[in-house]
């Protein structure tokens, strides 16, 4: 693909935003004023830095040799993983370009974040079997996303990105998804995890597990009898409700206080319409 076509990819996270709401989708993707420059709507959020860091590390660590994979080197990973998306080149703290409020916030975070890779460490295999682990430049991750793209029919794509994927002992494989936050996934996330490692690799996806790092739980789906034309039908059927969509409606919730357009929403109460002359 010699140029990309962003408005015909998409990828899980990118559905999941049109269920959530359509009007903040809609700034995402398609507002021709607001998409090409969302960028500078992005506020730096402590969770995101906090994810991303923990993401981070744990493929840092990947990239050990398996001797040296210890929890102490495991924090020397994330002191390297610690920057915020806003500017990856400001070093610790980071403060508000981190979305921290104040460094006790920051410093707090950066526990918690600890503590999440030490219950990775007690859940992880000593030796895992690794297909595919994503880039060492966790700074410009997006070559993971660019490289995953794949056509699910003429005019449309799929991609994303995979924290781990494993060689199971038959030769198929198994998609590992780390979770640092506390809510639940559901199954529609597996079945397109599976469609779009099996699209890339041309191997047969058994498994996809949660690997939830506050719980220590993984949880294990067995998508070994799931069709892929079953999976794509389900994709295309969400990705046409979406391009027929005329109206882009907010859906308020709890979570408007954290989005980045909350002030030039419709559903805000600081929100003041265009008057067309």
């Not at 989708?25 to 730096?44: E, G, M, R, T, W």
């Not at 980071?94 to 409020?101: R, V």
Request: hydrophobic share 35%; with cysteine.
């Amino acid at each position: 693909m010699n140029e990309i076509d962003f408005s015909r990819i998409y990828s899980y996270s990118k559905l999941e935003l049109f269920n959530k709401c359509q009007q903040l989708y809609y700034f995402n993707y398609l507002d021709p004023v607001i998409a090409p420059i969302k960028k500078q709507f992005i506020k730096p959020r402590d969770y995101k830095t906090k994810g991303s860091a923990v993401h981070g590390a744990i493929t840092l660590f990947y990239y050990l040799p398996v001797e040296a994979r210890t929890f102490d080197n495991l924090k020397k990973c994330l002191n390297l993983a610690w920057f915020s998306e806003i500017d990856i080149n400001k070093k610790p703290p980071l403060g508000e370009i981190g979305g921290f409020k104040d460094i006790n916030q920051e410093r707090k975070s950066y526990l918690d974040s600890l503590k999440l890779l030490y219950n990775f460490l007690k859940i992880e295999k000593e030796k895992p079997s690794f297909f595919y682990i994503p880039t060492k430049n966790i700074k410009e991750s997006f070559s993971d996303y660019e490289e995953m793209i794949k056509p699910i029919d003429e005019n449309l794509f799929i991609s994303g990105k995979f924290d781990r994927i494993d060689k199971l002992e038959n030769g198929n494989l198994k998609v590992i998804d780390f979770k640092t936050g506390k809510d639940k996934n559901g199954f529609s996330q597996l079945e397109f995890y599976k469609l779009l490692a099996e699209l890339n690799f041309k191997t047969k996806v058994d498994q996809v597990s949660y690997y939830y790092l506050n719980s220590k739980e993984i949880k294990n789906f067995d998508v070994s009898k799931i069709k892929n034309d079953q999976i794509k039908n389900k994709v295309l059927e969400k990705i046409n409700i979406i391009r027929k969509t005329k109206e882009f409606s907010p859906r308020p919730s709890r979570l408007c206080g954290y989005c980045d357009f909350k002030e030039i929403c419709p559903a805000s109460k600081n929100y003041v319409p265009k008057i067309c002359n």
